[in-house]
């Protein structure tokens, strides 16, 4: 079972920032967040990770609730090519016996 | 370089068939997985190896094995395919608690 909660489709307007939540109300202390996204036809791709501070890089900005049961997956000016499934996943220090589970994923539409 | 690279892409074959798909990665990494992905575009994790040694099976049929002649290959065999077998086929690499790096996918069509 999925360890995090999406909501099913978002949209956005072209140039504008976009926030994706997701909940993970059972995550542990030594799990990391992920982020991967799928755009059509091809793998999922990494987006972000974090631990407890708020992350950016050239993609995206992931910021992480205190309690660290939410967090937020910032785009901060969408662009047709963002229009991906995003996923929202855990990640457990314990390497070996990670299942790395993805639920549904938040579809996101992008229009020009 | 493709950092993961899987082949076939495309895959069309009859029912009671055997097919493997095979995977390859060439970022170094200890552990690898396969994922199926199906109509539904559920993404669902199958088998991780760590290092050529099985760590994760999740209740696959046993007509899927997977072999891991070398740490930076992981090919996936299936028997007597099924209907049901029909989907996308990923393969994943990783290191430590880093980033997943996928395959583009192998789309397996059963008749």
Redesign the interface.
């Known amino acids: 079972d999925a360890k995090t909660t999406q909501p099913n489709s978002m949209e956005s307007n072209e140039e504008e920032p976009v926030h994706l939540p997701c909940n993970h109300s059972t995550i542990s202390g030594t799990d990391y967040i992920h982020w991967y996204r799928q755009l059509p036809s091809q793998g999922p791709e990494y987006v972000i990770h974090g631990l407890t501070s708020n992350v950016n890089n050239r993609m995206a900005s992931l910021a992480i609730a205190e309690d660290r049961k939410s967090s937020t997956l910032i785009l901060h000016r969408a662009t047709l090519r963002d229009a991906a499934v995003y996923y929202c996943i855990l990640r457990g220090r314990g390497y070996n016996t990670d299942k790395l589970i993805f639920g549904t994923g938040t579809r996101l539409q992008v229009f020009p | 370089d493709t950092a993961?690279s899987q082949t076939p892409k495309y895959l069309v074959t009859q029912m009671g068939n055997d097919k493997s798909i095979k995977c390859e990665q060439n970022l170094g990494h200890d552990?690898m997985?396969w994922?199926k992905q199906d109509s539904k575009?559920?993404?669902?994790?199958m088998f991780?190896y760590?290092n050529k040694e099985l760590?994760?099976n999740?209740t696959v049929p046993n007509r899927f094995s997977p072999k891991s002649p070398d740490k930076a290959h992981l090919n996936l065999h299936i028997n007597s395919l099924e209907l049901g077998d029909s989907a996308v086929y990923?393969c994943?690499t990783?290191y430590?608690?880093g980033?997943?790096?996928?395959?583009?996918?192998s789309r397996l069509t059963v008749l």
């Open positions: 993961v552990t997985y994922y575009k559920f993404l669902k994790i991780s760590n760590i994760i999740e990923f994943a990783t430590a608690d980033e997943l790096f996928f395959g583009e996918g």
